[in-house]
RNA sequence: GGGUAGGUUGAGCAGGUGGUGAGCUCCGCUGACUGUAGAUCAGCCGUCUUCGACUGUGGGGGUUCGAUUCCCUCCCUGCCCA
């Protein structure tokens, strides 16, 4: 393994800097990032926008929600429409109007999320681009070479990921190359504006857990993500893992960003284990196939009964979809396919998750975290599954 | 009036020339979705007592062990001719 330099003789000046402090409630803090294009409130949920677009939702419609910083992808952008072609229309900021901070996620999800049409090996690996099946090769040089012609204020480390069930020994290979992979995406960085996080692995294993936290906060990273989490483990893993982390980390001064995460729920569930950042794909994914999270819990717009139901989505949102139109509306939106039934449920879902991030940094200091948290996981809670039908039952 | 093509489960269809028509696409109902191959996907979608059973091919009648199929008749629809 070649050496690296330090990364304070790279960066004469750190390109991100974080200051917290801590609360009353367990390992949560409140915090400041401070990045090239702008300040982050911490905690902070960060919408994803994987093709330089967060769906259905324009720059404006982001800042009205309250976004403050955003996520977009190296594997998708790499392929379409290319680094190279962003770097040259002045980087990814001008390219999609954006100017606020943004964190490019490392095309490591893709090594997990796209399993069958990839493969892995120690040096990287090798695509079949899901566009048009050509060969793509993505190594953590690449993956860093990318992202600077990106040009977004963070940039995370190529990571394997894999699925938390497999056995201990292939979990175990992932996390170690994935720290080989972040000395190596260490070493290939050469922009003194550009934050580079390093991302925790070792599935739902509390030793791997452990050996992974240590390994990737010896490392000169300018933030520390947690990965690998909910991608299928139960809710008691994920928050025993960040249990184990959040000790693993202990003093530790950096920015945590808990990848991929989450619903209502897990927002509370990361932000008492310490978590700062968090972004996740669902406020906009569930919002496109009609699903609202709102003060009175989840609703399915598509569900027939809101045909006929005038009232506003959340009453207690003050969204622009919240305060034009009724649920009979975007009821209708829906069934009809209509395009505007994706921005608006964007926009409100973006806005109930952004609003509810502020909320939890309100009640941090003020004291309220656990009695919000109860309110919403009372909002939130999951009708039990039935096994069996109460007519089969007899 | 003559000719011709048709009538299949909410809609549109497929199939079926004597021996299992509940098959498809819409529509509809419900669920799922966590660093986005996702404005997607899955289940259900005649009735019932649902690991099964029953009903159902425009109506009526006939032939037959058995008819969606063959025969008679009536009704309805499209098109052509008068």
């Not at 962003?86 to 109007?97: K, P, T, V």
């Not at 009695?371 to 039990?384: M, W």
Request: aromatic share 6%; with cysteine; proline share 7%.
């Amino acid at each position: 393994m070649k050496a690296h330099p330090p990364t304070d003789t790279v960066h004469p000046t750190p390109p991100v800097r974080f200051s917290s402090v801590p609360t009353s409630t367990g390992r949560a803090r409140l915090g400041r990032l401070v990045t090239p294009h702008g300040v982050v409130d911490t905690p902070q949920f960060m919408p994803v926008g994987t093709q330089a677009t967060v769906k259905a939702l324009a720059p404006g419609d982001l800042r009205s929600a309250g976004a403050q910083m955003i996520l977009a992808n190296t594997y998708h952008l790499s392929l379409r429409p290319t680094a190279e072609r962003i770097a040259r229309l002045g980087g990814l900021h001008r390219f999609m109007a954006w100017d606020g901070p943004i964190l490019t996620d490392s095309g490591g999800f893709q090594v997990f999320s796209l399993a069958h049409l990839r493969r892995v090996d120690d040096d990287g690996v090798t695509f079949a681009s899901h566009l048009d099946g050509g060969e793509q090769r993505l190594t953590p040089e690449r993956a860093m070479e990318i992202q600077e012609l990106l040009g977004s204020d963070v940039a995370m480390a190529f990571d394997q990921l894999v699925d938390p069930t497999l056995p201990p020994a292939e979990v175990a290979r992932a996390m170690e190359r994935t720290h080989r992979w972040a000395e190596r995406c260490l070493a290939a960085r050469s922009r003194p504006d550009q934050a580079l996080f390093g991302i925790i692995q070792g599935g739902v294993d509390a030793d791997l857990r452990r050996a992974s936290s240590a390994a990737i906060a010896a490392l000169p990273f300018d933030g520390i993500a947690i990965g690998g989490l909910s991608v299928g483990e139960s809710k008691d893993e994920m928050g025993a893992t960040l249990d184990v982390v959040g000790e693993a980390l202990g003093e530790d001064p950096r920015v945590r960003y808990l990848m991929g995460v989450g619903s209502p729920v897990d927002f509370f569930t990361g932000v008492e284990r310490g978590i700062d950042l968090f972004d996740c794909v669902l406020p906009t994914r569930v919002a496109r196939n009609g699903q609202l999270w709102t003060s009175e819990g989840r609703l399915n717009l598509r569900n027939a009964r809101f045909q006929d139901d005038p009232a506003p989505l959340d009453p207690a949102c003050a969204c622009e979809a919240c305060t034009t139109h009724s649920r009979a509306y975007l009821a209708h939106l829906f069934r009809a396919r209509e395009l505007l039934a994706y921005r608006l449920a964007s926009v409100h879902n973006v806005t109930y998750t952004l609003t509810l991030m502020a909320n939890i940094r309100s009640a941090l200091a003020d004291g309220s975290f656990d009695s919000l948290r109860d309110v919403v996981a009372a909002r939130y809670q999951r009708p039990p599954h039935a096994d069996k039908s109460p007519l089969t039952e007899r």
